[in-house]
C-alpha cells in the first residue's frame, strides 16, 4: 500500500506542475481504484471523461470505481460508453458482465464474457467469470469446461 501512496503522491506532485498531463491523471486515477479510494478515482477519471476526445479506458476504469461503491447503474453506463468508444474493449465487456452479474443478470453477464473470449481468446478472467455465471445458472457442464480452459491458460 505505500508504494500506491508513494505513486499517488508523485503523481499528484507532476499533475500540480503539469496539469495538461492527462495520462498522470489516469495514472493516478488508477492508484485511487487500486487503493480502493473510489471517490477519488472517479473524480479523476471524470477530468478525462470530459475531455473533447475521451478515453474509452477512463469509462471503464471509473466503471470500476462504481462497482466498488456500490453503484451498478452508473458503473453500466461507463462500462457501455467504453464499449460505444471501442467495440473490441475486452476489458469493457469483461466488467460490464461483471456488473451484470451482480444484480443477478447472469445471461446477459454470460453473451459480455463471451464476447470478451471472442476478443481475446487467451483472457482468463473473462472464461472465470463466465464459468461462474454458468455455474449460478445451473450449466454446470459449460461452467466446467470454462474452468478447465482457465486451469490450461494459467499453466495448471
Given at each position: 500500500?505505500?508504494?500506491?501512496?508513494?505513486?499517488?503522491?508523485?503523481?499528484?506532485?507532476?499533475?500540480?506542475?503539469?496539469?495538461?498531463?492527462?495520462?498522470?491523471?489516469?495514472?493516478?486515477?488508477?492508484?485511487?481504484?487500486d487503493s480502493?479510494?473510489?471517490?477519488?478515482?472517479?473524480?479523476?477519471?471524470?477530468?478525462?471523461?470530459?475531455?473533447?476526445?475521451?478515453d474509452e479506458?477512463?469509462?471503464?476504469?471509473?466503471?470500476?470505481?462504481?462497482?466498488?461503491?456500490g453503484?451498478?447503474?452508473?458503473?453500466?453506463?461507463?462500462?457501455?460508453?467504453?464499449?460505444?468508444?471501442?467495440?473490441?474493449?475486452?476489458?469493457a465487456?469483461?466488467?460490464?458482465?461483471?456488473?451484470?452479474?451482480?444484480?443477478g443478470?447472469?445471461?446477459?453477464?454470460?453473451n459480455?464474457?463471451?464476447?470478451?473470449?471472442?476478443?481475446?481468446?487467451?483472457y482468463?478472467?473473462?472464461?472465470?467469470?463466465?464459468?461462474?455465471?454458468?455455474?449460478?445458472?445451473?450449466?454446470?457442464?459449460?461452467?466446467?469446461?470454462?474452468?478447465?480452459?482457465?486451469?490450461?491458460?494459467?499453466?495448471?
Open positions: 500500500m505505500d508504494y500506491v501512496h508513494d505513486l499517488i503522491k508523485s503523481l499528484t506532485d507532476r499533475i500540480y506542475t503539469h496539469p495538461d498531463d492527462h495520462e498522470a491523471v489516469f495514472l493516478r486515477g488508477n492508484g485511487y481504484l480502493g479510494q473510489y471517490e477519488l478515482g472517479i473524480a479523476d477519471y471524470t477530468v478525462l471523461i470530459n475531455l473533447p476526445n475521451p479506458r477512463a469509462f471503464n476504469n471509473r466503471a470500476l470505481c462504481w462497482r466498488g461503491l453503484n451498478v447503474k452508473q458503473g453500466l453506463e461507463d462500462s457501455t460508453a467504453a464499449i460505444d468508444i471501442n467495440p473490441n474493449y475486452r476489458d465487456y469483461n466488467n460490464r458482465g461483471m456488473l451484470l452479474a451482480d444484480i443478470k447472469h445471461g446477459q453477464a454470460i459480455d464474457f463471451t464476447r470478451a473470449i471472442e476478443i481475446d481468446p487467451d482468463w478472467y473473462a472464461y472465470n467469470n463466465r464459468a461462474q455465471s454458468n455455474l449460478i445458472m445451473g450449466n454446470k457442464s459449460a461452467s466446467f469446461e470454462d474452468y478447465e480452459k482457465v486451469r490450461t491458460l494459467l499453466g495448471h
